[in-house]
């Protein structure tokens, strides 16, 4: 039976409906239907109509969401009342007529209306779309309908873009829409459960706090719901009913509730909870009978509830976790934000719980402080790791954390789990990230999670940009992340979320493999809150995914539908397998000598038996390389197998650039064979008589494949500076387990040319190749010679690396600085370990205006009796020529410049190509022709 109040006075109908009773005279049957819910507009859910199935005692209908949205063409709006029917797939069921009350059908804006009717009709053939003709200004533009039925996961658009007007187009004011069927999206199936909550009646026991839940199944965990309806909620004595929407989460086994107000008035005593699910009617019941108050009880104002039942056997025990957090000894290391920590388990996590309540410190979170706190849930099993922070209010909010040690109340000292940091959580410190996850291991904390770098672009519309703070969460496959604030962003653009830019942000958090959508929003602050959200990019290196996500769409209280936050499912998943990177931790001890920091950059090279990486800076937002500093920076970066050489090197910018280098270390996770981890059994034996020693023996040489932190040491104990030792600012380091390479020099002997204008006084770098690697591109700073490569001149350059083996080839080049144009003649290294000399021929320009236009040039070694041959003779180029393009490839490169205002550039552009086997290295690109409007320039 559908039941339905009047809606003509509207204010008047407010209708408290318990049960209605149908007689069928001709078949002599009674049939009762039992509601007890208001039908009213300002009361309950806010329905003045609703389907009752026969001796239902609860509601058993599936929930639609629709959304009507209004065009945003001139007088689009209307005053009438909508309504709407819904038709089944085959067409033969439908939901009867349905009035979308308390919608404002403005022009250009969303009405969301949360439909609930007692049959399963998605997908849907069609909707039927009217209104009553009735006020003042009664004609609409419809633009489209869109329904999502969270039972079976689709959303279906039914665009109308027509007038429902007497007066406009063909008149009609009730129309018939079809799906667009390339719009239908499949999303997050989820189920209806109602939710009864029974506040105690005692004195003060109710509240006008918002109230949040998150329930618990073998299968995950739901959303954060708030729980509101039209109806004051949570008095005293009162019963309070809700319908949720909960994804597949198997059998439930525990639920978090909490409000969010500490204040003298907000405190609420909770009796119970149920919660079934309405299809099924699976029911489980939450006993509770303690307050949620910052002046009672344990002053929490969160409770973790098990589930208890016909389905729960034995219901999970409720475990007091003993906190102690260690605030670090440094210089401004103490905070006065609000720190909050969430313990993640084998059976779920705690949520994010506010420190607030410490044992033994009145002022919490002090420079050296130990800060002790209690948290009570219900067991997560295992603690497996935690996340902490805090939420960066107040000034000098940063904060340095040493440790974190947890244990279970009762528990000894020894049974205590320590999760090691050692870190900021500082927006001008470190990384800038204010809350960290961390695992409780000694070694190489920073290996185990996963980066996440998030592009951000805000649409280029008016009005589109926002002055709120804005936060993401992800779902995945393997779970999901909290969510997390985008507070600090890479490009440093400063003024954040501005129109048509783009921000990028990285956050380091669990591994939750394959992400399936995406929650984004902002807090709604500030004067500009509105955002127009265009698209998110989310690239995760060590998976080798990139997911696009379009918006394109407002999170304003005053645009479109009205929400600050919006799920969002990928609309293209890019498998970049062969950028796949992985992390390295990278430590780096400056010595403890006079003047042996540096502020000037710091780059590393890393070189394995699989490759080599990129050259990387290394560097934070602290100020690191000072004496005797121990600095650590986790890096993504390609996997290169056993590492057997790094190169570290700093740009001699800035003052005081010389840097005495102690050490360096590198971690990285690998898989290897360990010890199985031995459980603990509590249950007491009941077998005595059993000989233990034997199956001791068996489980001790039991082993399995597990991560584990595998250390590469570098020691190095020089100076990297122009004016000490040998002046050289990069060096090559080996482990310090190598037994196979050693360092060389090499004798750099180069040839200018004996022609008019051959010599050159640009900066010019070279690199050589060997069957172990390369130098790396190295300047020739210091010649024999002050005045280097002029005409005619033999320059000597010594040139420090680990061996190379045999040479293959070399690439030198020019910056084009100064007088540049150059002519060499040829290079001739000299291996001073195996007393060879490798020749390498060029006899060409290094110019931009000279040959083929190029400033670099790979080389390729000759024979030494290919040197002795006569000038003269013809073959000898020719012979040069063909053997170094048997050795060599030619790309031609192709780029395009936009063509919005200024989109030119006067700057040198280089271009690094990567291959499966190396790479180009830096090329700087002089196109051959100029032109004031050139788009496309080419060369070779």
């Known amino acids: ?90 067409g033969m069921k439908n939901s009867g007529k349905i009035f979308l009350e308390g919608g404002t059908f403005e022009r250009g804006l969303t009405d969301i209306f949360n439909v609930e009717i007692a049959a399963l009709l998605s997908p849907l053939s069609r909707v039927t779309i009217g209104h009553d003709n009735g006020g003042v200004s009664a004609g609409w533009y419809c633009d489209k309908v869109v329904i999502f039925c969270p039972f079976t996961g689709i959303e279906q658009t039914f665009p109308c873009s027509k007038w429902l007007d007497e007066d406009e187009a063909d008149g009609l004011i009730e129309r018939e829409l079809y799906e667009m069927v390339s719009l239908r999206q499949k999303r997050q199936k989820k189920h209806p459960w109602s939710l009864w909550i029974w506040t105690s009646d005692l004195p003060g026991a109710g509240t006008d706090a918002s109230v949040l839940l998150q329930i618990y199944g073998e299968k995950g965990k739901s959303d954060e719901m708030r729980l509101t309806n039209k109806t004051d909620n949570f008095e005293q ?25 500490r204040n003298p008035f907000a405190g609420w005593h909770l009796s119970r909870m149920s919660i079934m699910k309405t299809l099924t009617k699976e029911t489980y019941k939450f006993p509770c009978e303690r307050w949620l108050d910052a002046n009672e009880d344990d002053n929490e104002v969160v409770r973790e509830l098990p589930a208890t039942g016909d389905l729960i056997p034995e219901p999970l025990p409720l475990i007091k976790y003993r906190i102690t957090v260690y605030t670090g000894s440094v210089s401004g290391g103490g905070t006065d934000a609000h720190v909050f920590l969430c313990l993640v388990g084998d059976q779920g996590n705690t949520g994010d719980r506010a420190l607030i309540n410490c044992k033994n410190n009145v002022n919490k979170f002090e420079k050296g402080n130990a800060d002790e706190f209690i948290i009570e849930a219900v067991s997560i099993g295992q603690v497996r790791r935690i996340r902490i ?153 060590n998976h080798g ?48 000598v006079f003047a042996g920091g540096t502020n000037a950059n710091v780059f590393i090279q890393i070189y394995g038996d699989q490759g080599k990486t990129e050259v990387l800076q290394i560097a934070s937002r602290s100020n690191n390389y000072e004496r005797a500093a121990t600095d650590i920076f986790k890096i993504e970066a390609k996997e290169v197998g056993k590492i057997f050489k790094i190169r570290i090197s700093n740009d001699d910018s800035g003052v005081g650039a010389g840097w005495y280098l102690e050490r360096v270390e590198i971690k990285r996770l690998i898989m290897a064979m360990v010890p199985k981890e031995k459980k603990e059994d509590k249950k007491k034996k009941k077998n005595k008589k059993k000989k233990s020693e034997e199956d001791e023996d068996e489980e001790g040489g039991e082993e399995e494949m597990r991560e584990v932190v595998l250390t590469y040491s570098f020691p190095c104990d020089r100076w990297l500076a122009s004016d000490e030792e040998d002046g050289e600012m990069v060096v090559e380091l080996l482990p310090e387990d190598n037994e196979e390479l050693e360092e060389n020099t090499y004798e750099v002997h180069i040839f200018t040319g004996n022609m008019m204008g051959a010599g050159s006084d640009a900066n010019v770098f070279i690199n050589f190749y060997g069957e172990n690697g390369d130098t790396g591109e190295r300047p020739l700073r210091k010649s ?60 060409r ?96």
């Open 1 to 90: 039976v559908k039941v339905e109040a009047g809606n003509n006075y509207a204010h008047l109908c407010c209708l408290l409906l318990f049960q209605v009773i149908v007689d069928d005279l001709g078949n002599k049957a009674v049939y009762e239907f039992p509601i007890g819910r208001w039908f009213a507009i300002d009361e309950d859910d806010g329905k003045i109509q609703r389907d009752v199935l026969v001796g239902g005692s609860q509601p058993t209908g599936i929930v639609y969401n629709v959304q009507v949205v209004t065009g945003k063409i001139r007088g689009a709006g209307t005053n009438s009342k909508i309504h709407m029917i819904m038709h089944g797939s085959k």
């Open 237 to 261: 004595g009162q019963l309070d009913k809700f319908m949720i929407e909960l994804p597949d989460l198997g059998k439930l086994f525990k639920l978090r509730i909490w409000h969010e107000k």
């Open 389 to 541: 922070g805090h939420d960066g209010h107040g000034g000098g909010c940063g904060w340095f954390v040493d440790k974190a040690v947890i244990r279970e109340e009762g528990q000894a000292e020894s049974q205590a789990v320590e999760f090691p940091c050692n870190r900021w959580f500082d927006h001008n410190e470190d990384d800038g990230q204010i809350v960290r996850e961390l695992v409780p291991f000694a070694d190489g904390q920073r290996l185990y999670n996963v980066s996440y770098h998030i592009a951000v672009k805000t649409g280029n519309v008016s009005g589109g940009s926002s002055d709120s703070k804005v936060f993401v969460k992800f779902y995945g496959e393997k779970g999901d992340t909290s969510r997390m604030m985008l507070v600090v962003s890479d490009n440093n653009l400063r003024n954040y979320f501005e129109a048509g830019r783009v921000d990028v942000f990285t956050v380091d958090t669990a591994d939750i493999g394959q992400i399936n959508r995406l929650l984004i929003g902002h807090s709604n602050e500030g004067m500009r809150a509105g955002w127009f959200l265009d698209s998110v990019q989310i690239m995760v290196p």
């Open 545 to 592: 995914k990139h997911y696009m996500f379009p918006s394109h769409r407002w999170l304003c209280r005053d645009e479109a539908d009205g929400k600050t936050e919006v799920e969002i499912y990928p609309s293209e998943i890019l498998d970049v397998e062969q950028c796949k990177l992985i992390n390295y931790e990278i430590t780096v001890l400056t010595g403890d």
């Open 784 to 843: 024999n010679h002050l005045n280097k490569f002029e005409r005619g001149q033999e320059d000597t350059f010594s040139i420090t690396a680990v061996e190379l083996g045999p040479l293959k080839k070399l690439r030198i080049r020019h910056d084009n600085s100064h007088q540049s144009a150059w002519y060499l003649d040829r290079v001739e290294i000299v291996d001073t370990k195996d007393d060879t000399t490798y020749y390498f021929p060029c006899n």
């Open 845 to 940: 320009w290094l110019a931009v205006d000279e040959d083929d236009g190029q400033i670099a040039r790979e080389l390729v070694p000759v024979d030494e009796a290919f040197m002795r041959k006569d000038e003269d003779e013809e073959e000898s180029g020719a012979t040069l020529g063909l053997e170094q393009k048997a050795m060599s490839t030619t790309y031609t490169l192709r780029i395009k410049t936009g063509e919005k205002k200024h989109a030119g550039t006067d700057a040198n552009i280089f271009a690094i190509l990567y291959g499966e086997n190396d790479d180009t290295a830096l090329n700087v690109t002089e196109s051959p022709s100029e032109c004031d409007h050139t788009l496309s320039d080419s060369w070779v």
